[in-house]
């Protein structure tokens, strides 16, 4: 029931729905990152830029916001149930001119959510959206305004800004700062100014914010919003007439008015001047006073809905004080009534326990012997329990310094291993000088030979012709001879792919059977993209997936960990290359964790691993320049395919299981990669061409 409660508070609180524009203009609907918003989350509903006329239906009134250009919608209060426990749920929302919604909040108070499931509901919507949110916490202990613990969580490209001291002096008074609405950690903006708790404005751009409150422990009170702040900014004011006036500098003097008695048609105009701006100053305190009165009217639908949510639920409290009364007072009369027959039944015992009184002294006696007995036995136990544990802590430390043994015996084997590739890097490096040395020794040798002939070109001309023309002869086939080379490289290539092709063309088709079985119980989904670039006739295929358990606990440790595997083919021509690559990561914060290794600087990664039914095998990865990256490539290869030239995608594709166990500083990842899951199998396919 708590799992049904969690999906669908996660499920109310955002809908998510896949959703892409191509370009942005003045419109905000035209800008990808509103439209994402739009899309992806939803209040109670309602999205940003919905028209009004949707959802005017359940809205109780609308009436001049304190925001200017903007009107306020309200909803009555209403009791929701989930399963058996009731909550209060209030929405609003602000509308623009144009009479679509650029802000909507939905409060639901007293919600049954517990705050240790706080980060899950956190986490599971920064996944549904694809990117997680900047989160802002805030505890603080019971005082005389009361205890808090709350979360704020932002997606989108919006941000919390702090509000400055000033701006904390206007909001305690109770006034506005007329620049979009605020959030507080208490859902009471006054209560907060008055303790200098943290307020923030809504600034940047289209985005969502979700507020959990714990208010008991199984209690929490749910506050979602969808806002887009550009539409609370203030309208750009109007320059007067005199204002392109090259005369005008920062500051403006002006004349002395003119003697009463000057009836002068000048002193008319001035008069005229004065009166209208004693008008446009009553106009500006009349509309100062509509947006007050707006203001007072938007808080006071505020305030009734928390004192009916409070009535409500001081009337349930009364409720379940009766009851408890109810049943205290029954317990009570049940007690005295066994209080009379256990007294009725002790005047009964009384006579007989005089006439047993013997009988008592001799059974306490051997009641006291028996204890004596078991207090024995029970010290005898408590020997042999201090015995076992002594023994149990030997076992441990002698396991201990096992594990150790075996820990320098693996730091050896990859010192060994290490050493050895070493020397097979040397042993290549001494046969390219070889063969660098051979070929500069044959340049040696063809030039004295043309030198040679240059000199013996002075007795006769012909001899020199027949030397550059053998000279050239061999040029050119030295020439062709290296075309050669390469076509012969890609002819091996070129064989080994379509033989790794003939391998699983003749394959019975119950291993591609058993091959895709392998890829439904792994259960790892493989997103999949594909770019072009023209220009250099290139185009890059890659597929992702992320293993990892869920954070169950918020506690973090080994749970929180997990590891984003990649694979890309890049195609240019008939030129085929893989890359596949394993990065660690914090779930909750999306930081990189690093891999862990025996030693400081080491490139080798020691892992564990299986090929399809094939007994388990160490082997070692490679790390790339950064300490959470590691290439995976290379796993499944085995010594004779180091000199076939053979294409290491078609060497992923001879198995259909390789399950890997990821060791990172902070815990270790199991994986079970399939090549033949459908976006992996179309990125291996395409690079064992």
């Known amino acids: 029931m708590r799992h049904r409660r969690f999906a669908a508070l996660v499920l109310g609180i955002a809908s998510f729905a896949g ?38 239906a359940r809205m109780g009134i609308c009436a001049t916001s304190v925001f200017a250009g903007l009107k306020w919608c309200v909803s009555g209060t209403a009791e929701e149930k989930t399963g058996a426990a009731a909550y209060i749920k209030t929405t609003g929302y602000n509308i623009d001119a144009e009479s679509r919604i650029v802000y909507a909040i939905s409060s639901r108070r007293s919600y049954p959510l517990k705050r ?41 490209g919006l941000r919390l ?12 008074a109770g006034g506005s700062l007329r620049r979009g609405h605020l959030v507080d950690h208490r859902f009471n903006l006054v209560a907060s100014a008055r303790q200098r708790d943290p307020i923030y404005r809504i600034e940047g751009e289209a985005g969502f914010i979700l507020h959990l409150t714990a208010t008991s422990p199984d209690r929490a009170d749910v506050i979602a919003r969808a806002v887009y702040p550009p539409a609370f900014q203030p309208p750009p004011a109007k320059p007067g007439a005199e204002a392109d006036n090259p005369l005008v500098t920062d500051t403006v003097r002006r004349a002395t008015a003119p003697p009463a008695q000057d009836r002068s048609p000048a002193s008319g105009r001035d008069r005229a001047e004065r009166d209208r701006a004693e008008r446009g100053v009553a106009d500006e305190q009349r509309r100062r006073i509509d947006a007050e009165r707006a203001l007072a009217a938007e808080r006071l639908l505020r305030e009734e809905a928390e004192r009916k949510a409070s009535e409500e639920k001081a009337a349930r409290e009364q409720a379940e004080k009766k009851a408890a009364a109810e049943r205290k007072a029954l317990e009570e009369e049940k007690k005295r009534a066994d209080d ?30 028996k204890a004596a007995e078991e207090r024995a036995k029970r010290a005898e136990r408590e020997r042999m329990s201090l015995e076992e544990r002594r023994r149990a802590e030997e076992a441990e430390r002698k396991a201990a310094e096992q594990e150790r043994r075996e820990a320098e015996q693996r730091a050896k ?8 590739l070493e020397e097979r890097t040397r042993k290549q490096e001494a046969e390219r000088k070889a063969a660098e040395e051979e070929r500069r020794k044959a340049e040696e040798r063809r030039i004295a030979e043309q030198k040679q002939k240059e000199a013996e070109r002075a007795a006769a001309e012909e001899r020199r012709k027949a030397a550059d023309e053998k000279t050239r002869a061999d040029t050119e086939r030295a020439a062709e001879e290296g075309r050669r080379s390469d076509d012969r490289a890609a002819a091996e290539r070129k064989a080994e792919a379509l033989r790794l092709s003939r391998i699983r063309a003749e394959r019975p088709e119950s291993w591609y059977r058993q091959a895709a079985e392998a890829a439904k119980a792994a259960g790892a989904i493989w997103s999949f993209s594909e770019t072009h670039d023209r220009v250099a006739e290139e185009r890059l295929l890659r597929t992702q997936t992320i293993f990892g358990g869920a954070d169950r606990d918020g506690a973090g440790g080994a749970e929180r960990v997990a590891v984003e595997v990649t694979f890309e083919c890049t ?3 008939r030129e085929r290359r893989l890359r596949a690559l394993a990065r660690g990561f914090d779930r909750k914060s999306g930081a990189g964790v690093a891999f862990r290794t ?6 080798g990664v020691r892992t564990r691993f299986r090929l ?36 290491r995608a078609g060497i992923w594709l001879r198995h259909y299981a390789a399950a890997v166990e990821f060791n990172l500083v902070a815990g270790t990842v199991a994986a079970t990669i399939t090549p033949y899951a459908e976006n992996l199998l179309r990125v291996l396919g395409a690079c064992a061409e």
């Open 340 to 369: 009379e027959r256990k007294a009725a039944l002790e005047r009964a015992r009384r006579a007989e326990s005089e006439l047993k009184a013997l009988e008592e002294r001799r059974l306490k006696e051997e009641s006291e012997r």
């Open 413 to 420: 084997r990859a010192e060994a291993e290490r050493k050895a």
């Open 612 to 647: 399809d039914d094939q007994p388990a095998q160490d082997g070692l990865l490679f790390r790339e320049r950064q300490d959470d990256t590691a290439s995976i490539l290379e796993l499944p290869m085995t010594s004779a395919d180091l000199g076939r030239n053979a294409p």
């Open 116 to 156: 240790a499931e706080f980060d899950g509901i956190i986490q599971a919507i920064g996944e549904r959206y694809g990117a997680g949110a900047a989160v802002l916490a805030f505890r603080k202990a019971g005082a005389e305004a009361g205890g808090i613990d709350s979360l704020i969580a932002v997606w989108g």
């Open 571 to 573: 195609i240019m021509g």
């Open 19 to 56: 959703a892409a524009f191509a370009q942005t203009s003045a419109d905000p609907l035209k800008d990808p990152a509103v439209a994402r918003i739009r899309a992806q989350f939803k209040v109670d509903g309602i999205a940003l830029f919905d028209p009004h006329g949707m959802h005017a």
């Open 161 to 172: 800004v702090h509000l400055t001291e000033a701006e904390y002096a206007v909001v305690e």
């Open 598 to 603: 025996e030693s400081e600087g080491a490139f």
